[in-house]
Nanobody
Framework: QVQLVESGGGSVQAGGSLTLSCTAS????????MAWFRQAPGKAREHVAS???????RYADSVRARATISKDSAKNTLYLRLDVLKPEDSAKYYC??????????????????WGQGTQVTVSS
């Protein structure tokens, strides 16, 4: 069983940056593919960025030039840095994980473990 806890959300002005963290407990993330998703009010949850167990990275087009996903295996923590934040980035951000290798984005339907989410609000 893996427990995921996100942190790092908050309120930020447009153009600013945030780094979100997702710390896992219960098991090492070494063999896990992980991803960040987000959900804005009234909208479906959407994929933001994935980091496969073999190191393959995929970004959504909406954040491709502004996002960096990374993992610190020693800290068992996944990160997402978002730069040049826009109001449309406002959402609750979730991390998800599954012990599987993926060559593309980790599908939401494939996620086995979810965190509780962290809110990001970007004001113009």
């Amino acid at each position: 069983q893996v427990q995921l806890v996100e942190s790092g959300g908050g309120s930020v002005q447009a153009g600013g940056s945030l780094t979100l963290s997702c710390t896992a407990s219960g098991e090492s993330l070494v063999d896990y593919s992980m991803a960040w998703f987000r959900q804005a009010p009234g909208k479906a949850r959407e994929h933001v960025a994935s980091l496969g167990s073999s190191g393959i990275i995929r970004y959504a087009d909406s954040v491709r030039a502004r996002a960096t996903i990374s993992k610190d295996s020693a800290k068992n923590t996944l990160y997402l840095r978002l730069d040049v934040l826009k109001p449309e980035d406002s959402a609750k951000y979730y991390c998800g994980a599954r012990r599987v290798e993926v060559l593309g984005p980790l599908p939401e339907s494939a996620v086995k473990y979810w965190g509780q989410g962290t809110q990001v609000t970007v004001s113009s």
